[in-house]
């Protein structure tokens, strides 16, 4: 190249042609790239297209290429929960017809139970009863020792299997408390209230509770009991325990005699959930604290 | 100006040391032999460690998360060792850098070692120097060919056994040996064996010296640590120079001017200036052409220079022959320069005694912070326990009330047992004596770890209703595990949380 055929100044020291760019009397030399570089760059494009032709690349109106090898990490991602599926399979037959009173006795599939049950309650069972179990107002605390309908395996199992008060399953556990603000007038009610925190040990006005215990008996006693201690069989909250579903203040409770409650869990028994996966959240549910002994084998 | 800017790249000039015998050829056979002996026959070393553990004696077993050196296991949460020995290593760098130079790179760097061990087979298979180079210049024959895959086939034999040793490291070295021969072994254990055999391969054949020069960091660190008091190999130029092969030429010259001297007096003093016109470097490039670095360490401390000291060995040879003393090329330090010949201090001057070269406030205080760190590991090495325990409270939720109005506190506590067999752990708190303790899955207090396991235990704590723990925001309380076969105890601190109701 001849000094004529450039457009911009030449360096004096190194004799290159500059790119014309000058910062504080500092100017860029315009040498060519280098060989290796250029030919990685060149290599990057090639590469680059055929990687768009393999793999999924190119925005389509609804969608993009799908790429001639048929990749996509969706795709990946349900052969990886397939292939842990397979792997699970055996143990997760045996689970299924597992007796779990005697589960803890075979160390490894009681241990697989526990963790996939975890599993299973953080994806289905979290949302309403929290993911550390400790429940919200209206959704039980599965950490402590009181069950509304029964704390051992057989009984958890039941529950997660068939759900409370839902219309999809005609095994669920059901169970109605009258609105008894159709049948009782405002102050009866108040009564009963002060009665139902007399038999709590709560602080309470005496002397309507007196009133209050005669209403209880008539209204509340037949599925709660004489003494309010409730009745598993019949879905009825002990009211003597420390433990309040929906609150234990005057209001909650003026709230529950008035209007009653009406909480619902679906089924999760098949199909929503396998066999396996119910035997599995029963077992963890179980050893979270409150799992109750299971009776004795009647034989 | 030419068009044309000079090139950046500077092509490989071959190397070709040539065989050298002497004191540190020697000690360098010793180091090479113990050192590769060492890394090729650690993983067969058998150590009985009971049924339950593995018997090798060096095994990074990092499928189940455990190191063991003989009758040391490290677990995950003990790594704190394995950053306490870098800790030693780097400050033991330290220490032999500033009291000796580049020891290391000349001595035992694997780099060092291997090629070495490539150089020495390359020399018994094509020859020693001047063969290699008349072979390299000569055209390709059946001969050359033959000698060049002859030599290229041993370094791969090399290689793959080096490369095949580093795996026996990570898992049951006769167990692997077999399943490898019969391709059975995990995918991994042949790519980490091509890659090593690989990189050494390269490495000690072909790219040697540019390893220390242009990737290692190690010539550019050292410059930091060492200063002109440190030991080094060097060479006297004071002594040696002016060069000069000519020897005979001066004396020729000395009789000359003695035939025409004024004075006879003058005669002995022409002689000495003869004898004085040359140094003691007779400029036979025995130093150069011994040096893997393919340097000449005449020229004075250089990047390139990994101290390997060959060029001593070379030059004692040389002054043997010659018949002045030893040392011209020695290990040295800067400072040890002689004031000029015709100064009076020159009369008095001695080099400084060695000890005053290792024995410097730097070198001292590296000794005494490597020996601090290395009491230090030693130390938590026996006062660790054979068992432990850590406690995680789950805290979603902080307490759980129980019907009776008690309030529970859930723990995860894991159980470690470091012993061969099971143990059977029992469980205990102090602090607070009214809180209760119970485990889940269990109405005992105690609990069976199998061997050389970590257990998971579920454990409750509970406060009654009228206990202050129970209304207070938080109480100190203390676990403790005790192995009911040992007696030996751990203890750890944790916290209950209560419904901060208190007033």
Redesign the interface.
């Known amino acids: 190249m001849s000094d004529h055929d450039r457009k911009n100044p030449v360096d004096d020291v190194t004799g290159t042609e500059t790119t014309g760019h000058s910062w504080d009397g500092i100017e860029e030399l315009n040498n060519p790239l280098p060989r290796w570089w250029l030919w990685t760059f060149y290599i990057c494009i090639i590469w680059g297209i055929g990687y768009t032709i393999a793999y999924p690349a190119w925005p389509m109106i609804s969608g993009a290429t799908s790429g001639v090898l048929g990749y996509s990490t969706r795709g990946e991602v349900a052969d990886d929960i397939a292939a842990f599926r397979a792997g699970n399979a055996e143990r997760d037959a045996q689970l299924a017809v597992s007796d779990l009173t005697t589960l803890s006795q075979n160390e490894d599939l009681y241990r697989y139970a526990v963790s996939s049950g975890a599993a299973v309650f953080r994806t289905n069972c979290s949302q309403c009863h929290g993911s550390g179990a400790a429940g919200a107002k209206g959704y039980p605390n599965l950490l402590d020792d009181d069950w509304i309908w029964g704390g051992d395996h057989a009984a958890i199992a039941y529950t997660v299997r068939h759900g409370v008060r839902n219309e999809t399953d005609g095994d669920a556990r059901y169970s109605q408390m009258p609105a008894f603000g159709d049948m009782l007038a405002p102050e009866e009610i108040l009564s009963v209230v002060e009665q139902v925190r007399a038999l709590a040990g709560e602080e309470h006005d005496a002397a309507l509770a007196q009133e209050g215990a005669a209403l209880f008996a008539d209204n509340c006693a037949a599925c709660h009991g004489e003494a309010g201690k409730g009745d598993r069989d019949l879905g009825a909250p002990n009211l003597t325990d420390a433990i309040w579903l929906y609150g234990g203040d005057r209001e909650a409770l003026t709230q529950t005699i008035t209007y009653s409650r009406f909480g619902v869990m679906p089924p999760w028994g098949p199909p929503r959930l396998t066999e396996a996966q119910v035997q599995a959240v029963a077992t963890y549910v179980h050893q979270l604290g409150g799992g109750e002994a299971d009776p004795a084998p009647a034989n | 100006?030419?068009?044309t800017?000079p090139s950046l790249y500077a092509p490989r000039e071959p190397i070709f040391p040539r065989r050298v015998s002497g004191f540190f050829r020697n000690l360098k056979w010793w180091i090479m032999g113990v050192t590769l002996g060492i890394y090729y026959l650690l993983p067969w070393v058998r150590w009985d460690r009971g049924p339950n553990l593995p018997d090798q004696a060096v095994l990074a077993d990092i499928e189940h998360r455990r190191f063991f050196f003989f009758w040391i296991e490290i677990w995950p949460h003990e790594f704190y060792f394995v950053a306490g020995l870098l800790i030693m290593a780097g400050l033991g760098l330290f220490l032999f850098t500033s009291a000796l130079g580049r020891v290391w790179c000349g001595y035992t760097c694997p780099q060092t070692v291997w090629t070495d061990l490539f150089l020495l087979v390359e020399r018994w298979i094509e020859g020693d120097r001047n063969a290699r180079i008349r072979l390299l210049r000569a055209d390709w024959s059946l001969r050359k060919l033959s000698l060049r895959l002859t030599k290229w086939f041993v370094w791969l034999l090399i290689s793959v056994a080096t490369g095949g040793a580093w795996v026996f490291y990570f898992t049951d070295a006769p167990g692997l040996a077999v399943s490898l021969v019969t391709l059975d072994a995990p995918g991994v254990a042949y790519a980490s064996v091509a890659v090593l055999t690989a990189t050494t391969f390269v490495f000690g054949g072909f790219m040697r010296e540019q390893v220390c020069i242009y990737m290692c960091p190690w010539p550019r660190i050292q410059a930091a640590m060492m200063d002109e008091g440190t030991l080094t190999v060097g060479y006297r130029d004071w002594r040696g120079e002016p060069r000069g092969r000519h020897r005979k030429g001066a004396r020729a010259a000395a009789a000359t001017r003695t035939a025409t001297a004024y004075t006879e007096a003058d005669v002995p003093q022409i002689a000495a200036e003869a004898e004085e016109t040359l140094g003691d470097c007779i400029d036979c490039m025995a130093c150069v052409n011994v040096c893997p670095m393919g340097i000449d360490i005449r020229d004075g401390q250089q990047l390139e220079c990994i101290t390997c000291a060959l060029c001593i060995d070379a030059c004692n040879e040389v002054m043997d022959k010659v018949g002045k003393p030893r040392g011209l090329i020695d290990y040295l330090a800067l400072d040890d320069v002689p004031p000029a010949k015709d100064t009076p201090a020159y009369a008095g001057w001695s080099p400084k005694p060695i000890w005053q070269h290792v024995l410097r406030l730097r070198t001292i205080l590296y000794t005494v912070l490597w020996s601090v760190v290395g009491m230090g590991l030693v130390i938590a090495l026996f006062i660790r326990s054979d068992i432990e325990l850590t406690v995680s409270p789950?805290r979603?939720?902080t307490y759980?009330?129980?019907?009776?109005?008690a309030i529970?506190n859930?723990y995860d506590v894991r159980l470690r047992n470091k012993s061969g067999d099971d143990r059977l752990f029992h469980l205990s708190l102090t602090s607070v004596e009214t809180l209760r303790i119970a485990l889940?899955?269990t109405t005992e207090l105690s609990v069976t770890v199998p061997a050389n396991q970590t257990l998971l235990q579920?454990v409750?704590v509970t406060a009654r209703?009228d206990d202050p723990a129970a209304h207070a925001d938080s109480t100190p309380l203390r676990f403790w595990v005790e192995d009911m076969t040992t007696l030996s105890r751990a203890s750890s601190k944790t916290i209950f949380n209560g419904t901060g109701d208190t007033k």
Do not use: F
């Not at chain 2, 759980?400 to 109005?405: H, I, L, R, Y």
């Open positions: 100006m030419a068009d800017p789950v979603n939720p759980v009330m129980q019907s009776d109005g529970r859930i889940e899955g579920r409750y209703r």
